[in-house]
């Protein structure tokens, strides 16, 4: 049992990962789907699955709102992606 909750927490945090991945493309100007699917590509067959996943969801179930995330403007200015709580 243990180990199934610890698969889930790893492809839970592996999720938030292409999450954070894909919205900082978004906010870099760069087009998020065609470069992480080619990054998918290069990964080992079950993370470029994920990645792929991630890519293939509804755009409001890849937002950062959808993962509680938010961006905010750090003390030396840079652009930050955060949990909201």
């Known amino acids: 049992m243990l180990n199934a909750l610890e698969d889930r927490t790893a492809a839970r945090e592996e999720t938030i990962l292409h999450c954070v991945a894909y919205n900082s493309c978004k906010i870099a100007g760069i087009a998020p789907d065609a470069l992480l699917l080619e990054v998918a590509e290069t990964l080992p067959a079950d993370k ?23 961006t905010k403007l750090s003390p030396d200015g840079e652009l930050e992606i955060r949990p909201t709580w």
């Open 48 to 70: 470029g699955t994920s990645l792929k996943a991630f890519v293939a969801r509804d755009a409001q179930d890849q937002s950062l709102e959808s993962f509680l995330l938010e």
